[in-house]
């Protein structure tokens, strides 16, 4: 009788701790000064944020957030961006409606501009954070150096340690950089095994979420009230939120193209830019004070009093800052999404609270997170983790592993928030 040959896979091979072990003073270097920096440019914009939404006002004798000042505000943020876009070396980078996560190697010329025009956008009001610009300066300078002292790491392993130390900086846990970089590797062929590739960048999460707490204590908790024993009622409203916060997310990305075409007629950033500010400033009027900025300040406003507004005004929230969004990201302010995005979640899940009593806070703003990050980044693991995050509540991961399913395919296969050179969605 022939025997049947078997063909077993072949087992990926491990890296020796030595080569591991000559990893780790890099990675804790790439960390720490990356955290540094991160704290450095946001330390910088809240002063110039204070000054030019609380000191100059009152001393002009008008309110903090008056819809004049609002408009004053976000159209002179928008020239001075367009000056460091037009006249710094450099132009502050790529088009930043091209960029995601994984950030190209700029060249050391391009980075003053880039941080510069971050700093501008984080402190004028523009809805988008600072993520990807924050990562964008960190890779360029730790191929740029890291190439130069220690040759025999190649530069793409520098990009990977630094894109991993500002993720934890920016979260302050090396956990969303850990599940970062698996879900990038899982992307591309990978060599050896999982464990051996994010080792080193887990060591430069890890440092640079330790530079953050120990200096800022930075926390994503909103303080809502616990998740308990789950029950019908929660799992029925996360299969509810979760995929009504994609399908809200992936409006957003089908308009994304048509604003970036928009803004492209004008042709120069000087035109580009300033008009997208006038165009936040009159958003900002519509949807309040608390749709300006990355968001995260103002998602703790809003979990203080998540009885606070009616339904109708966290919609009128929830869709404002879906639209400010798309337009400070289309019209070439340097930001990233991830954090405007948690605050259209959570406006979504408070908006869902108001309409119906027995979804628990907790519940509808962890959900609509998690559809409004799968929608907007497709990152599944840091939607999960950052809908997690924002809820001291262990009982809510199988709830949000559950919705995320329905979600997930609302999103998969669609076009994404990103665009090619010639303006075209990528899938």
């Not at 072949?10 to 080569?19: D, E, L």
């Not at 300040?297 to 929230?317: H, I, K």
């Not at 709830?399 to 899938?427: K, N």
Request: aromatic share 6%; proline share 7%; glycine share 12%.
């Amino acid at each position: 009788m022939a025997q049947e040959t078997v063909h077993k896979a072949p087992i990926a091979p491990t890296t020796p701790a030595r080569a591991l072990l000559s990893l780790i003073l890099p990675a804790l270097a790439v960390g720490v000064v990356a955290g540094l920096l991160y704290l450095a440019v946001s330390a910088i914009a809240e002063r110039l944020e204070h000054v030019l939404w609380h000191t100059v006002p009152r001393a002009l004798g008008i309110g903090d957030y008056s819809v004049l000042w609002m408009f004053v505000v976000l159209t002179a943020t928008g020239v001075a961006v367009g000056l460091v876009v037009w006249k710094v070396p450099g132009h502050a980078g790529p088009d930043p409606a091209t960029m995601s996560l994984n950030a190209p190697t700029l060249p050391p010329l391009v980075l003053p501009g880039l941080l510069l025009a971050a700093a501008l956008m984080l402190a004028g009001g523009p809805s988008l954070g600072p993520e990807n610009p924050i990562i964008a300066v960190n890779v360029g300078l730790a191929v740029w150096l890291g190439t130069r002292f220690v040759a025999r790491i190649p530069g793409e392993a520098w990009a990977a340690l630094a894109e991993a130390a500002t993720i934890g900086a920016l979260f302050g846990t090396p956990v969303a950089a850990a599940l970062v970089m698996s879900e990038a590797l899982a992307e591309r062929q990978m060599q050896g095994r999982l464990w051996d590739n994010v080792f080193a960048p887990l060591a430069a999460g890890a440092a640079g979420a330790m530079t953050t707490t120990l200096v800022a204590h930075p926390t994503f908790d909103l303080g809502l009230p616990p998740v308990g024993r789950p029950d019908w009622a929660d799992l029925l409203a996360v299969l509810v939120i979760a995929p009504a916060g994609a399908l809200l997310g992936m409006a957003g990305v089908h308009a994304f193209p048509y604003a970036h075409g928009l803004f492209q007629r004008l042709r120069h950033p000087m035109l580009m830019l300033p008009a997208g500010g006038l165009v936040l400033g009159a958003l900002g009027a519509l949807g309040g004070h608390l749709t300006l900025f990355k968001g995260l300040d103002e998602v703790t406003m809003l979990a203080r009093d998540p009885d606070g507004w009616s339904a109708g005004q966290f919609a009128l929230m929830t869709v404002v800052k879906l639209a400010a969004l798309i337009v400070a990201a289309s019209c070439g302010f340097r930001g990233g999404r991830i954090f405007p995005a948690v605050f259209i979640g959570t406006a979504l899940g408070l908006c869902a609270h108001a309409l119906v009593s027995g979804v628990q806070p907790a519940v509808g703003v962890s959900a609509g997170v998690l559809g409004m990050l799968l929608a907007i980044t497709r990152q599944g693991w840091v939607s999960l983790f950052t809908a997690a995050a924002l809820v001291t509540s262990p009982t809510i991961l199988a709830l949000l592993c559950i919705a995320s399913l329905p979600a997930w395919l609302l999103v998969t296969g669609l076009p994404q928030m990103q665009l090619r050179a010639d303006g075209s969605a990528i899938r």
